[in-house]
């Protein structure tokens, strides 16, 4: 059994199955509804339901509040039809374009810039053309069916040849994927994925200046995002903030020097580290990198920022740039980088 879901003010029309979630079915149409983690713990697919009946499956609390529910608003991660339904969501242009993939890709290399970061080079079929923005993240499909998500770290423009993607993955310590990437894999494996996801991409269509924020390794699709902004020759203004623990964990500090020196005025890069350890002589920023960006940037009615990493870091930047200074809540796009230990106690 189908249902319909309308689109406001998009008037996009698609057909979902009884089983499955909204965006599920979104995804597989191309309709370009947002979202982040697909697993109900980042808010990113929130919208409103302005007509018809869905249940709602387990998510957090955080991603969506009782009193949210109470208001009509619903995520389509975790929301299966019980009618046909209405929902008010921007939809976001070009999240449909390209298809999404399931392929083989093989370990060219793996890197370890940092103690608990890995940077994996991961070869593309050369028969299949797996296209991505900037931005996006595919998943790995485990033995057990289980899925983990990772970023692109280089943008289309960067797959060199033969074409590799690049990630940077940090080591959480207990996880099923990361312990596995840091103790067993090695160079010529080869790991089944799906993609691209994501809505976290850089909205051409604007001239606003932009804040790209990161907190560890949420760096990777800020540097595609920059290796992007470069390809194009796009000249809109770049604050790039990038925080840290200490300065070992900046695993490419020098690139992202490099690149500002490259990009002249157009970028400025401010590294921020929360816990400097004496032996790093830091003599830079310190605190918590969100509160870097507003101490420099008190307005930010005029930006649009992009924020990626721990969820967090995430939640606070967008609960303070919007009620502290003045950003407009739709020029705020971000991934957190949500995990099985944050997708406890669900409701
Ligand atoms: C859109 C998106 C993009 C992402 N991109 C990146 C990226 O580019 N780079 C990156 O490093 N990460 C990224 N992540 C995070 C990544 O997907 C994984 O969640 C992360 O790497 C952990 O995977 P894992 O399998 O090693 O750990 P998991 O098995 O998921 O466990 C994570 C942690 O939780 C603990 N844990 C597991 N189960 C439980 C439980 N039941 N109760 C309490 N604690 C538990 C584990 O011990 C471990 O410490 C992204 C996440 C999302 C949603
Ligand atoms: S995409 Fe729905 S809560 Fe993250």
Redesign the pocket.
């Known amino acids: 059994m189908s249902f319909q879901v309308t689109v406001q003010p998009s008037e996009r029309v698609y057909a979902v199955e009884a089983d499955e979630t909204l965006l599920a079915a979104a995804i597989r149409e191309g309709i370009g509804l947002p979202y982040?983690?697909k697993d109900g713990a980042?808010g990113s697919c929130k919208c409103r339901l302005l007509e018809g009946q869905v249940q709602l499956g387990p998510h957090q609390p955080k991603a969506l509040s009782e009193e949210e529910r109470a208001q009509g608003l619903i995520l389509t991660c975790c929301a299966r039809p019980q009618s046909d339904v209405v929902l008010e969501a921007r939809t976001v242009p070009g999240a449909g374009q390209f298809p999404v993939l399931k392929l083989p890709s093989r370990v060219i290399s793996i890197t370890r810039p940092t103690a608990d970061v890995a940077v994996l080079r991961l070869q593309l079929p050369a028969n299949q053309n797996f296209q991505f923005h900037a931005g996006q993240?595919v998943e790995f499909i485990l033995r057990d069916g289980s899925r983990?998500?990772?970023?692109m770290a280089n943008a289309p423009s960067h797959l060199g040849t033969p074409a590799a993607i690049e990630?940077?993955?940090?080591h959480?310590?207990?996880?099923?994927?990361?312990?596995h990437v840091f103790g067993a894999m090695k160079e010529k494996d080869i790991l089944r994925m799906e993609g691209p996801f994501?809505s976290f991409f850089l909205r051409e269509d604007s001239a606003r200046p932009i804040v790209l924020l990161a907190s560890g390794?949420g760096f990777?699709?800020i540097k595609a995002m920059l290796e992007h902004i470069q390809a194009k020759g796009l000249r809109r203004p770049i604050h790039l903030y990038w925080g840290c623990r200490s300065k070992a964990d900046l695993y490419l500090d020098d690139w992202a020097h490099q690149t500002a020196a490259t990009m002249g005025a157009q970028l400025r890069y401010i590294p921020v580290l929360s816990e400097p350890k004496p032996e790093d002589g830091w003599t830079g920023r310190t605190g918590f990198v969100h509160q870097a960006v507003m101490a420099d940037l008190p307005d930010l009615s005029g930006h649009e920022i992009y924020a990626c990493g721990a969820p967090a870091m995430v939640n606070a930047a967008q609960a303070d740039f919007v009620a502290r200074c003045g950003l407009p809540e739709d020029a705020f796009y971000a991934?957190?980088?949500?995990?099985?230990?944050d997708k406890?106690n669900p409701v």
């Open positions: 982040g983690c980042c993240y983990r998500s990772y970023s990630l940077h993955i940090r959480m310590p207990g996880g099923k994927f990361t312990d994501g390794t990777a699709p991934d957190a980088f949500t995990s099985e230990a406890q």
